[in-house]
């Protein structure tokens, strides 16, 4: 087994020293990213994103973080030779952090998580404008918001992502005794 050439990841999700290239709130959909005037990419558009995340181009890739207990597998859905970009990065952590809590999830968390899901979820749904939920008593008028827990809820407060860093001392723990090697390893970064 050959030693493993360093990976360089592209700036744009790069952990960034300061300023920050990007900002982007996961509760948001991605075209809600934005780039600081202190960016270089300052006044561009979600398109940017679409650059390969890395110049040896893997055609999957997995995302770990200590702030969720999930691993994201993301593989180039296009087959080309771009391999993962870094939209599609962007746009996996959002989709994966949109869905519903599990029970086995639920069951999981402690009793400090669960008071930490449940502050997140209230606050989301006080910031984030979230479709009604129209039940049989409409009638009366009654509407309530969906007051579903998500996997966003999960990170708190650091909702904002923050960037990728690789930290093989933190996959190995994370890895499952006796788990085959998996792809290419990121850590992912969140900010309050």
């Not at 030693?3 to 509760?27: G, V």
Request: net charge positive; glycine share 6%.
């Amino acid at each position: 087994m050959g030693t493993a050439q360093p990976t360089h990841l592209h700036a744009l999700l790069a952990l960034p020293p300061t300023p920050l290239i990007l900002i982007y709130d996961l509760r948001y959909p991605p075209s809600s990213l934005r780039f600081p005037s202190s960016s270089p990419y300052a006044g561009c558009g979600i398109e940017t994103l679409r650059v390969p995340l890395t110049p040896a181009r893997p055609r999957q890739i997995r995302l770990i973080s200590p702030d969720f207990p999930w691993a994201l597998d993301i593989g180039d859905v296009r087959g080309g030779r771009e391999g993962v970009t870094c939209l599609e990065v962007i746009t996996t952590l959002h989709s994966a952090l949109q869905r519903r809590l599990t029970d086995t999830e639920w069951g999981a968390a402690g009793e400090d998580k669960r008071a930490s899901l449940l502050r997140s979820r209230n606050s989301r749904l006080a910031t984030v404008e979230k479709p009604r939920v129209r039940f049989a008593d409409e009638v009366r008028g009654h509407e309530q918001r969906d007051s579903t827990l998500l996997r966003v809820d999960w990170l708190g407060p650091c909702v904002n992502f923050w960037g990728l860093v690789k930290d093989e001392e933190f996959v190995k723990r994370r890895r499952i005794p006796g788990e085959e090697e998996r792809p290419e390893t990121w850590v992912v970064k969140f900010l309050s």
